[in-house]
């Protein structure tokens, strides 16, 4: 440790306890029928289990070459996903079979489907912790087949927060959220505390700064671990079911964290959620079963403003 600044760490810790191998301000405006690719006739209807959102679902019919449609001059893709297929072991267990999307800078996309259905297979592919069998992954423009170093990328352009947190025990919060640095952009450790404490700052959690998990809440933590997957300003985050461990109160305190950083930093969400509450706090909802791209659902906030959709029916 550096004597003149306790809070810093001066070297890295164990690098497998960092990202475990085995567990993986620009607005958004509202779309026109035509460019989300739905027709007049198809399915609208309001969720009984949040009023305030308008839902419109569109099944895709198991399409593995689907590709919502966009406006170039509007909407920037950060990631492409194209027919993607993942296997194992040994090719017997088909966890996905072919799935395509694409998700806008600046989106907050979240991901359902019953257990088995591939949501976590997806989540690792995309976080850079495997590698498909066939099919392409682009982030930030960038194609994945040509990253030199899955580790240095990684590091560099996506950001994780984990239901189980994986803060490590024997540090402290504000050497927790340091971690990441180490493979990024802040060599030095002045820069390191500094960008750290601007963190904890933005989590509300700077009063926390020399406590060591065990001392912090449930809640304490989850926010730790999400000023830690913004140590290197990732342009994508991934949240597996980041509310999975936290009371419906304090779930909802987090969600609405993960939305102020998202506004403030124009930042990019993929989501995996088992709840549905949670996931209707996105901007679209795509469902998988079976290795495959069942239905994508675009959420409306009618409050946000106004949009070009006609009168909805309730039921």
Request: hydrophobic share 35%; aromatic share 6%; proline share 7%.
């Amino acid at each position: 440790m550096n004597k003149d600044s306790p809070s810093s760490l001066d070297y890295p810790p164990d690098h497998s306890l960092v990202y475990p191998i085995d567990y993986p301000p620009m607005p958004l405006r509202k779309l026109s029928l035509q460019e989300i690719g739905i027709s007049e006739h198809q399915k609208i209807s309001i969720l009984p289990l949040n009023p305030d959102k308008i839902v419109r679902t569109t099944p895709l019919m198991n399409n593995e070459n689907f590709m919502p449609s966009t406006d170039s001059k509007s909407m920037e893709p950060i990631l492409i996903v194209r027919g993607i297929k993942k296997s194992y072991p040994d090719g017997r267990v088909n966890a996905l079979k072919g799935v395509s999307f694409s998700v806008q800078r600046g989106e907050f996309l979240s991901i359902m489907g019953p257990s088995g259905s591939g949501k976590s297979t997806l989540l690792n592919l995309l976080g850079t912790l495997d590698r498909p069998d066939e099919g392409e992954i682009f982030i930030g423009n960038e194609s994945l087949k040509s990253a030199k170093s899955f580790d240095r990328f990684r590091a560099l352009h996506i950001g994780f927060v984990f239901q189980s947190f994986f803060l490590l025990p024997t540090l402290t919060a504000i050497e927790n959220i340091q971690i990441p640095m180490f493979e990024g952009r802040y060599k030095n450790a002045r820069e390191r505390l500094q960008k750290a404490e601007n963190l904890l700052e933005s989590v509300g959690m700077m009063h926390r700064r020399n406590h060591r998990p065990n001392q912090l809440s449930v809640g304490e933590r989850q926010r730790i671990a999400l000023a830690r997957s913004l140590a290197n300003d990732p342009i994508l985050l991934l949240a597996d079911e980041p509310t999975g461990n936290l009371d419906s109160h304090t779930a909802e305190d987090i969600l609405d964290l993960l939305m102020q950083i998202r506004k403030d930093r124009a930042l990019t969400i993929v989501m995996v959620t088992h709840s549905a509450e949670v996931a209707h706090r996105a901007d679209r909802l795509i469902v998988l079963r079976d290795g495959l791209l069942e239905e994508e659902t675009i959420l409306v906030h009618p409050n946000d403003g106004q949009t070009d959709l006609p009168p909805t029916t309730t039921k």
